[in-house]
């Protein structure tokens, strides 16, 4: 699309689509033409005849066309683009001619022209001209529709009429005058400019239209900023500032020394008089005093001072009149006024003589003029006039007071002087553009000032288009008092100081006064001495601080302005926004003059402001100046100036849901969309959304969050639907809409975010990360990222699952207990020692580590699944939204969210996914899943309890032994001491008898028999701990069943829940059966995400389908443009369709609506998926032109000629031509021409038609538009070589000549089942024998016609007719097409200007060769990249030839193309780096009789070769003598060559080898020696040596061994057959004949080896044997007497 600027201020948006609205269409209504009634020839006939209708009139017109225009307009023709040539048959009625035209131009992506289109008839309703603009753009919008749904557009005009804001006026328009043009509403202001306007729109509407003219007056207080702002709209604006102050100057002056001469002349006669009265005075006094008696000298008289000095001052009217208040710039200049007392001393003080004596008596009058106390002589009177001292002294005076006075003129001098200014700007402007605005240009700064000076300006038609006003809303104005002190502070703080001083001296003399008793001394006392230093010095610090202010805010550029681009010497307005904390002025006289400048605005702003609303309904534009930047002050007048020619957007209300239900109801459309089961989702279908679709556009723009917006909250924008997600985000999009639409390309969609949740065991995990690996993003799994916040603490993951995961222990803690305490006590002291020191210093051990309470609520969650509280989500969830890598990256969050709360939570914070995938399984299925691994947990820790009882058993039992011995040996010992003193009493008692020792010993070995069974009876009364019953295998499968269950129970229970949050927050959920096979599971899980995924591109995108007919209104008046595709479809064009589809009735196309254009698409379907992805159609290269299909389908009888041609008739809607329907087209719609004529002379006759009449019919037939638009496809002809000249002739090329080979015998079949078809109902001339001869005389003429086209246009194609008919069809429409596209490749390539290759283009040699470049058969690319000449012309084909420039240039090889294709204007001239050499400087190959007739030209270098001798570096082994039979010609010399490859070589570089010298010496030469004279081993050495050594070397390498013959033999026979298969001398079919000999013998001969390394001592039975075995045995016993013959070698 040509790209439009779009007007100053707009987004780029906006000059994107204006881009598009402003493109040349062409656009009509409909109108409707009454059915002409076709005159016969009869009444024609009848008719009165003009003189040049006869028919000898007739034929000299057209003999002298043909001779003088007729041949200049085929040269036309010729240089013109064929593709769009139109050719038509002028013999058709004039209706025909037009429809052909018509389908000829469809085929090309044509724009009509838009007309304007009135909005508001005569015979509507008049809307009165008081209406709003908003109620008339409504109104307006459905006059006239073009089909429901599809009102007319406001534009950026509004209600402006464009053609006075074209001439820089702006007016309202008439609604009576508004006007749709293309889809935009338009209203001008009265008839002429709406007859300018449908004239030709153009000019009011292009850039940088819609512009405000710029009439514009910016007032304010003192020190606002009406300068800066003034310039700042200026140079946007390119206006010209009008400063009233400067303008008025130059009269001011004028009229300010016309009124100092008045007073002048008055202070003139006023002072002669005054002196002469003086002299007269003093004239009389000097009589009298000579009368008295003299006084002495020196003494003075007080009187007479006083009589003399005394003069009339100026009366009241010869004062200057009523001051006018100062400007801006003037007060600021002036800093403060002085008072008319300071005037008037500064005059008298002025009028001192200097001739006087300071010790002198004066007097000084009310004029200043001093009289002389000293008594003067009697003089006679003179005479007084201006010379006069004391006349000159107050004349002077009376005009220093008359010069220091103010004067104002009257207001309409002010507008005088502006509308002059005006005046010059409007003659620049309509200097530089005379076809542009007339007014406008022009920014008056601070003025006008008064309610008497805007009545003025209204009165003279000057009123300003905006009025800008900088408020100042601080309280009492503070601000820009602060920005007044701050800019006068030096010189305010210096008065108040004065004044203060005085003030403290009148104080000071009134306490004087009062106290005269107490001396008051000069000097002060010494604490007000000290508290005045220190004031100083702190009035000194506070002035340095705000030096160093000053100067860091000028260093960081506060004021950017250019004193350059303020007029010259103009200092106005010099404000900078100063800091809020600026000091405030000392209250006092110093600053009254700015409170009274302030007050005085603020008193007279109120006045204006209700003069221009009530006068003019204007509206000033209020700027803010407290606290902001200059730049911020423009942007808020900018944007106010520009607002009423910008798009605004505005709430959507009631109004506009009322509108889309009416249009709901007129929409016709239903039908043929499809049918929704939501009301609201049919709606929304066909709603215009805006750029973001119905998500929010400020949480996009602001987040990159797809939140879905509400659309109970929306605003409408450019005519667009904008949904939000609350009230705020609607006021930011109202008040600042450009921020949030899309500028020049759509909104790229933020990355893939996805929630995958379903219940545990059902594979989310698996398949989240198999779905973030594909898709390339984040997956996170919920659980872990909490084990992971809280796993540093806790060294270990919490929860219940991971307690059930810990392994138990291998040792008994009782065990270890045991153990240690018996280490203990083998340790002793010391190990106690040490635990004691362990037990007091604790600090060693590890503490325990304190969790925060962020980490206490994850953990409580993880452990008793506590609620997550919102700030601990606030830490987790909202950095994968907002933060990178996961922002610009994406995810897929598993396991979140878990509750109901959790999901209200994405919703309140905006966190939206793209869809939440849930997995559904069922309880079986988890069961399955999660039983095995748990089961074998339990098996593993049933293991370890059972080992650990093992363990604790034998523990036992060795604890039982160890105190058996202990206990044993205790009562051995008492038992050893009892025996002890039993021996001891035995010993006291030794004269016992012997009876008593006996008992003695009987009773010890009793207590030794004792010992075993006390040990028995103390241990075994012991009871054994009763140990727990240990859970059996099935019973703990059943329980981990119900635990599963009801896991999986509360998980569903869970996930229900949030899966209706889900719905109600409108996050789409993704249901899958998790149950199936993973594979499976992730095939659907794939299917499922190709929305999302593969058609993310188009997320914000839109398109809507709309019916044929709507479309071609719309295109027509041009309210949508049609794309670039044309009528070709989006989809079918990428999927490499090259053929356009057909149009017209029985044809139905499905149009859709993108933006601004109309796409065609084949089918529902193409347009469905149009409809999900329209941007991955879009970014395809833009159609080809359009490339007719011209074939023939040429066979013998009965192939599927015309099966074939019907075929491509009803799929492509080509024309199917064959000579018979050629000839009846002729016959019925031409019967009065002479070709018709001599048709029906040869038909009558009974005679055949003549090849030549076939032809002329053919051709006339081809003019039919549909063989130009679609293609023709000839059916059996050409079948003769005369009839292919007759075609050549007529220029009748066929680009494909496709042949059906098919068999005779299954043509004769064919033609068989043709007469037995019951279809049949007449008979025809097909039997047996006709076939036959058919066939005969098919295959005699048909050799010719194939050479012919493989030669000359290498278009002839076979196709295998024997096969399927399907097969068939496939194979001739590839070819079809792949013609199409090779000349679609062409036509677009030579259209654009580059070089396209002419292969398969049917280019006859003759052409080929008449348009050869300036290389001719040379390959231009190897010349200017090697400098090799590459004669290409051995190449008879033209696979390597492109043209370029509408030259043909042949190339060496396919790299060599591909190369010239790329940048051909490097190879031809006048770029390319080498010329191809002229004729006679080319190398040119000879034969030995074109040798013989050049005698005498002798070879160069004595018949040597030079290629071998240069490439040999000259060296005398080089020189080799040449081939005569290999000879080439150059610059008239003769070379010889030693091979084809050096002749080649030498073609290619001729220069390099042509200018060589042999030596002096050179080898002899070698005189030729017949072979048969040589000796017999000679003769052997030179003729078969080398073939015997191979053969023997073959038969030392093979070592044959014939069966039953010796080896000698054998290797003999091995070495004949050799020879024989070998042999070079012989024809390729004796060498296959010996070689299938040769290796029949050396099979045989592998028969021994075989068989001896497979037999075996024993027998074996069959089944044992190799499978070959007994074939070979027999084979090789067969052999037994079969020597191979003698003869058969010969």
Known sequence: MPEHPGAGGSSDEEEEEEEEEEA??????????????????????????????????????????????????????????????????????????????????????????????????????????????????????????????????????????????????????????????????????????????????????ISPQPRPPCKLCVTGPPLSGKTTVAFLLAQKFNARVLDVNVLIRPRMEAHKAKQVELHKQEALESAIATVQAKIREKEEMMGEESDDAPEPEGTAQPSDATAISEADPPTEGEAAPEEEPKGDDQKEEDGDTTTKEDDTATVAESTIAPSQHPTETTATGATGITAATTKAPTEPAMEVDISHPEVKAFVDAAIREAENQTYSLAPEAYIEVLEEAIQEVNKELKKKNLNGPVAGGWVVDNFPQTREHFTLLIERGLAPDEVVNMKDSSENGMFLLKRWYKMNREEVDEKARLRKEEEDREKAKVLEEASPVIPITNAPPADRMQEEKQKEEEAGEEKKSDEEAAAARAEGGVDDLDEDDFLDGEEEDQEHVGPLDDPLPPEGPETQQFKDQRNDYEREWPSVQALLTGTINLEPIQVEVEARSEEEMFKDAQMSVDQPFTYRPW??????????????????????????????????????????????????????????????????????????????????????????????????????????????????????????????????????????????????????????????????????????????????????????????????????????????????????????????????????????????????????????????????????????????????????????????????????????????????????????????????????????????????????????????????????????????????????????????????????????????????????????????????????????????????????????????????????????????????????????????????????????????????SYPAIYRQHIYYLSSIQAREQFTMHPLKYLKQASPKPVVPIRMAIIGPPKSGKTSLANRFVSEYGMLRLSIGEAVRFVLSHQPKTELAKQLNAHMRKGLTVPDELSVLALEIVMLDMKTNTRGFVLDGFPVTKQQVDLMTEHSIIPVVVLELKVDSRELMLRGMKDRQSPDRVLPLHDSAQILAIRIAAWQKEITAVREWYKEQHRNWVSVDGERSKWWVWNQAAEEGKRSVRKIQTYLQRITDGKAASIHDMCVTPKEFLSRLGDFGQYCPVSLAKDGALVDCSVNPTQEFAAEFRGRYYKMEKKERLEQFLAHPEQYVPPLAPRQLPSYDMLPRRRTQMEIKSMFPMQIELQGYCPVTYLDGKLRYEAIVPGNPELIVEYRQKIYCFESEDKLQKFLRYPEKYYNLKLPHKLPPKKDPLLVTSLPMLGYMEQTISSAITKSLTAVGCFKPKFPFLTPSRSALLYLAYHLKAYNPKSSEYVRKKYKRKLEQFEQQCELIRYLGSNMSDRFRNPEERPIDFDHKMIEFLNLQGREPIVTLLA
């Open 651 to 1148: 709430e959507y209300t009631s109004i506009d849901v009322d509108e889309e239900d009416e249009d709901a109801e007129a929409d016709g459309d239903e039908e043929e969309m499809e049918e929704e089961e939501d009301e609201e989702v049919a709606k929304n279908k066909k709603k215009q959304f805006g750029d973001t679709k119905h998500f929010c556009p400020v949480s996009y723009k602001e987040n990159y969050v797809l939140w879905p917006g509400n659309p109970e909250v929306a605003a409408k924008y450019r005519e667009k639907v904008y949904y939000f997600n609350n009230a705020d985000t609607r006021d930011l999009f109202l008040s600042e809409p450009l921020t949030f639409v899309a500028k020049r390309k759509p909104f790229e969609p933020p990355p893939v975010r996805l929630l995958i949740l379903g219940p545990r065991g059902s594979g989310k995990s698996v398949h989240g990360r198999f779905l973030a690996e594909k898709l390339g993003v984040f997956h996170i799994d919920f659980k872990e990222r909490l084990q992971e916040l809280v796993i540093a603490k806790t060294k270990k993951k919490v929860g219940p699952e991971n307690e059930e995961e810990e392994e138990e222990p291998e040792s008994d803690p009782e065990e270890e207990g045991a153990e240690d305490k018996d280490g203990e006590a083998e340790g002793g002291e010391g190990e106690k020692e040490k635990k004691k020191t362990e037990e007091e210093n604790p600090e060693d051990q590890e503490e325990e580590v304190e969790l925060t309470e962020l980490e206490e609520n994850i953990k409580g969650n993880l452990m008793e699944e506590e609620v997550l509280s919102i700030n601990t989500l606030d830490n987790i969830v909202p950095d994968w939204w907002m933060r990178e890598p996961f922002k610009n990256t994406g995810f897929v969050l598993e396991g979140f969210p878990r509750t109901a709360e959790e999901a209200q939570y994405l919703a309140e914070r905006g966190f939206y996914t793209d869809a939440a995938l849930i997995l559904t399984v069922e309880d079986s299925d988890i069961v399955d899943r999660l039983l095995p691994p748990k089961l074998d947990k339990w098996r593993k820790k049933r293991d370890r309890r059972v080992a650990r009882k093992e363990r604790r058993k034998a523990k036992k039992l060795k604890e039982k032994e160890a105190a058996m011995n202990k206990r044993r040996q205790e009562l051995m010992a008492e038992i050893a001491e009892r025996k002890a003193e039993r021996a001891a009493e035995r010993a006291a008692n030794r004269d016992s008898d012997e009876s008593d020792h006996s008992d003695d010993d009987m009773e010890d070995e009793e207590e030794e028999d004792d010992i075993e069974g006390l040990l028995a009876e103390e241990f075994d009364d012991e009871e054994e701990e009763e140990e727990d019953e240990e859970e059996l295998e099935d019973d703990a499968q059943e329980r981990l069943k119900n635990e599963i269950s009801e896991m999986y129970d509360d998980d569903t229970g869970k996930l229900s829940t949030v899966q209706e949050t889900l719905e109600e927050i409108l996050i789409p959920r993704i249901e899958l059966n998790a149950g199936r096979k993973p594979h499976i599971v992730r095939f659907t899980l794939e299917q499922n995400m190709k929305p999302i995924v593969d058609y993310r591109e188009s997320l914000f995108e839109k398109v809507y389908p709309v019916k044929e007919s709507v479309a071609k209104k719309m295109l027509q008046i041009g309210y949508k443009h049609p794309s670039r595709f044309g009528k070709w479809c989006p989809v079918k064009l990428q999927q490499g369709d090259c053929i356009q589809p057909m149009q017209g009735p029985g044809f139905p």
């Open 24 to 205: 040349p269409e062409e656009m009509g209504d409909e109108e409707e033409h009454e059915e002409k009634v076709e005159l016969t020839f009869e009444i024609v006939e009848r008719l009165v005849r003009r003189p040049e209708d006869l028919e000898e009139q007739a034929a000299a017109d057209i003999k002298a066309f043909k001779d003088k225009l007729l041949r200049m307009f085929e040269d036309y023709m010729a240089d013109h683009d064929q593709q769009y040539l139109i050719e038509l048959d002028a013999n058709k009625p004039a209706a025909n001619l037009f429809k052909e035209t018509v389908m000829k131009l469809n085929t090309f992506v044509l724009r009509r022209a838009a007309v304007p289109i009135r909005l508001q008839s005569q015979e509507e309703d008049e809307i009165p001209e008081d209406i709003e603009t908003e109620e008339l753009m409504r109104t307006l919008a459905g006059n006239s529709m073009v089909a429901p749904r599809y009102r007319w557009r406001r534009s950026k005009w509004a209600r402006a009429c464009p053609v006075e804001l074209q001439k820089g006026n702006v007016v309202n328009g008439k609604p009576e005058y508004a006007v749709g043009f293309l889809d935009k509403i338009y209203v001008m202001s009265g008839p002429e400019q709406m007859e300018l306007f449908l004239k030709n729109p153009r000019p009011y509407l």
